[in-house]
């Protein structure tokens, strides 16, 4: 039986034990006890409550039945982060080659970081951008038990175009590579330093190492590398709105400076980072909350917003993705003017989970779209400047990459 045969049983198990359970009371409910759950030695248990969407799925299926299926999660998002990049490669290509016909209107994940989307029409310049003109890049997916290095996926790219990539997937025998100084394992030298950026920086000097040996003729290209807590990776990915997650983002980099807003004091690190950082986007980051999703949506989707969706399906069977985005949808999702304004987890008196403020939120049936029809993307005019209602004419496009339905034409836009 494959891996994901066995993962979808346990998790059918888990949902027949919730037969006849109001899902929406389970999620309303708890957040201290599904807390207490979690061993104190798991590195990212502080971290946790930020994660809106997957604290969601802990709440669905419990702490233990994630803990039981770690590594097969772990699996199915690099395979998820690899399709979408290969995704944007093809979009990137079909538009550099002048065969999309409505580039403004065709969406995909961004290659750099694959979580944030982009028009097609911006992927290039906007890589430039914030890398440069020559740069390898490289994201790494670290343990939430112990911060061991699970997978790493690495780019290079020659002016905003990727040149190839490739990808280690866990159990690697790349991973086992040892800084040429300490004689530590790559995966391990998160574990053994305590210092996210300073191990990050260790892991960058064997990779660069390899780099210069293997690709000699880009020895002095610029190498960046990207460490996210696997809660923060695929809580960044199962978002509906792409406003969500450019606030979130935010968030897990800046972790460190919420515990004022959180009501805690807990919050000691950040929970995804580059190591060095791109000079434009650490400025980007270190902008206010609101500013940076303004900039960043503006720099990616010329402040759209677009329903986002997932590609592995194995998600679906691993987590209740499915499930806990069709009660998003239900219980409508956040305007982008709402998501500016929302307010974190109030660790002090256990609410979990944004507080948004009041007024009409977004549903599919306001742009006449079936819900099969919203879970694989779609393309509005809104911005946080548009006021509700909300109807078919804010629809731009259905759908994503080069499968897009335009939907409205040129001289309607």
């Not at 995704?87 to 538009?95: G, P, R």
């Not at 503006?298 to 592995?312: E, M, P, R, S």
Request: charge should be negative.
């Amino acid at each position: 039986m494959a891996w994901h045969e066995k993962v979808k049983e346990i998790k059918e198990r888990r949902l027949k034990e919730l037969e006849g359970v109001d899902i929406k009371s389970i999620l309303a409910a708890g957040d201290k006890e599904i807390y207490n759950t979690i061993p104190d030695s798991v590195f990212s248990k502080p971290y946790l409550p930020l994660c809106t969407q997957v604290w969601k799925f802990f709440k669905y299926m419990d702490w233990h039945y994630f803990d039981s299926i770690y590594a097969d999660f772990a699996e199915a998002c690099l395979d998820e982060l690899v399709l979408r990049m290969e995704e944007a490669i093809e979009v990137s290509k079909a538009y550099s080659e002048g065969k999309l016909k409505d580039p403004k209107k065709t969406i995909c994940y961004w290659i750099l970081p694959p979580v944030l989307v982009v028009r097609a029409d911006l992927i290039q310049g906007a890589i430039r951008l914030v890398y440069g003109n020559s740069a390898d890049i490289t994201f790494m997916g670290v343990s939430d038990f112990d911060k061991e290095v699970l997978f790493g996926i690495n780019f290079h790219f020659e002016n905003g175009l990727a040149t190839n990539y490739w990808y280690m997937k866990p159990g690697d025998e790349f991973l086992d590579k040892r800084h040429m100084k300490l004689g530590t394992k790559l995966k391990d030298l998160p574990k053994e330093i305590p210092d996210f950026h300073e191990a990050a920086g260790k892991i960058r000097d064997i990779l660069l190492d390899v780099r210069n040996i293997q690709d000699p003729n880009h020895a002095q290209s610029a190498y960046n590398v990207c460490l996210f807590l696997m809660s923060a990776g695929p809580n960044n990915g199962v978002f509906v709105s792409n406003f969500d997650e450019y606030s979130f983002m935010w968030e897990g980099i800046n972790s460190y400076k919420l515990n004022e807003e959180c009501k805690t004091d807990i919050l000691k690190d950040t929970i995804q980072f580059y190591e060095p950082w791109p000079p434009i986007f650490l400025q980007l980051t270190r902008l206010k909350r609101d500013l940076w999703i303004k900039r960043i949506s503006g720099l990616l989707i010329d402040k759209q917003l677009y329903c986002q969706y997932v590609l592995n399906k194995k998600l679906f069977d691993i987590l209740p993705v499915k499930e806990v985005l069709e009660k998003d949808w239900e219980e409508g999702v956040p305007t982008p003017a709402q998501t500016i304004a929302h307010e974190f987890s109030d660790y002090k008196n256990w609410r979990f989970g944004y507080k948004l403020p009041e007024g009409p939120r977004i549903h599919y049936e306001d742009f006449g779209l079936s819900l099969k029809e919203a879970m694989g993307g779609f393309l509005t005019d809104i911005t946080w400047q548009t006021e509700p209602p909300f109807t078919r004419d804010n629809l731009i496009s259905i759908g994503h990459g080069l499968n897009t339905k335009i939907i409205k034409k040129d001289e309607e836009t």
